[in-house]
């Protein structure tokens, strides 16, 4: 079976540019999932005359994605600390990676019980209770079926039914317990992906980091689930775009945040066509494949971005009215909907909460 196309892009950045280098780093920076307005070209001049302090910005590969820190203002200190949030997801990644052998994270994938760190226990926490809230439409136990597909390497591809089949014997997050502290054990081999909430767990992480040592306002952007934190110095708000589904140069809209995390989970990001058929990197865990639910994108907006991170798949899954109850239902949680056709459903509190702009 041929495969015409593969694209992989869930990353994002701000709209100055990036001093990155590589044909490959550019490319994925030119097809971003979400767009921040932090600094438009044409108005950093005018903000730089006004007096408003130039940040500091910093960009690396973690997690498979670009991660770019940008944190005012620029000075010595302010760079030693965003050297210090860059360390903390670091040390994130190497302990959740679902790829890692030395992970306590693959006893369970053999059956045995394991005591999971403190960093895990409260990933983990948030996956279990989103899995729950979702009725299954999230689940952390998809690692098998993910890695059939291969979607986090260069040869993705459609998996055999009798490999689809054994490897949804796997699947079921129900079949995993968790103590308070944080002793886990389950009743037969789980194959535990935390790709969902990891990365905006390690963002939260980050912003911790920058605000334990002082830093006054910046923003964590790891492939679009970002933390804006403190008052961008010169403006109100945070400006950040959402990437319209059918038009990947352009926003299908514009988020005003004065605080807080936002994620989008888009059909968009990594998929790969054949005979015609496009198959993208969210996959039901009800079915094993590719969820359609009639949703193009999801982008959820709340404090936290490990939670924004998790409720952004099971959205997408859910479909239109289920994920935007799913997301009406939750307290402090805001979200955006595209579907097929660019209808646009949003949460009550959209507008008030946190502004919403239609491009």
């Known amino acids: 079976m041929k495969v015409d196309d593969f694209a992989k892009s869930h990353q ?20 971003t999932k979400v767009v921040i307005l932090l600094a438009l070209l044409a108005l950093v001049p005018i903000l730089q005359s006004c007096g408003s302090p130039k940040p500091f910005r910093e960009t690396r590969f973690l997690m498979g ?6 944190a005012y203002p620029d000075t010595p200190r302010v760079r030693k600390s965003v050297g210090h949030a860059f360390k903390r997801m670091t040390d994130i990644e190497a302990l959740a990676g679902p790829h890692s052998d030395t992970s306590p994270l693959a006893l369970l994938r053999e059956g045995k019980k394991v005591n999971l760190p403190e960093d895990l226990r409260r990933i983990l926490q948030v996956a279990l209770d989103t899995a729950r809230r979702s009725s299954g439409a999230f689940d952390p136990t998809m690692g098998k079926v993910i ?15 009798a490999e689809l089949d054994a490897a949804m014997k796997t ?5 995993l317990k968790m103590g308070s502290g944080g002793e886990a054990a389950s009743t037969g081999p789980v194959w535990i992906d935390l790709g969902g909430v990891a990365k905006g767990y390690a963002v939260d992480a980050a912003v911790h980091v920058l605000e334990k040592e002082g830093v006054k306002a910046g923003i964590v952007n790891a492939g679009g689930d970002l933390r804006a934190f403190g008052k961008r110095p010169g403006r109100k708000t945070w400006r950040i775009g959402i990437q319209d589904p059918d038009k990947p140069q352009g926003m299908a809209g514009v988020l005003d945040l004065v605080d807080g995390s936002v994620a989008t989970s888009g059909d968009y990001e990594r998929y790969f066509t054949v005979d015609g058929v496009r198959y993208h990197h969210i996959l039901d865990p009800k079915t094993g494949r590719p969820a359609r639910s009639g949703l193009r994108s999801t982008t959820v907006i709340t404090s936290d971005c490990v939670l924004a991170d998790a ?27 595209i579907a097929g056709g660019g209808r646009i459903l949003k949460t009550s509190g959209t507008g008030s909460v946190v502004r919403f702009e239609k491009r």
């Open 12 to 31: 994002c950045t701000f709209y100055d540019p990036i001093k990155v280098g590589g044909g490959n780093i550019s490319r994925r920076l030119f097809s």
């Open 311 to 337: 409720l952004a798949t099971a959205a997408f899954v859910l479909g239109p009215e289920k994920g935007l109850d799913l997301l009406e239902r939750m307290p402090d949680v805001e979200g955006v909907l």
């Open 147 to 161: 890695r059939l597909w291969g979607f986090d390497g260069d040869n993705p591809g459609i998996p055999s039914p």
């Open 65 to 70: 994605t670009l991660v770019e820190i940008v």
């Open 171 to 175: 699947v079921g997050y129900a079949r």
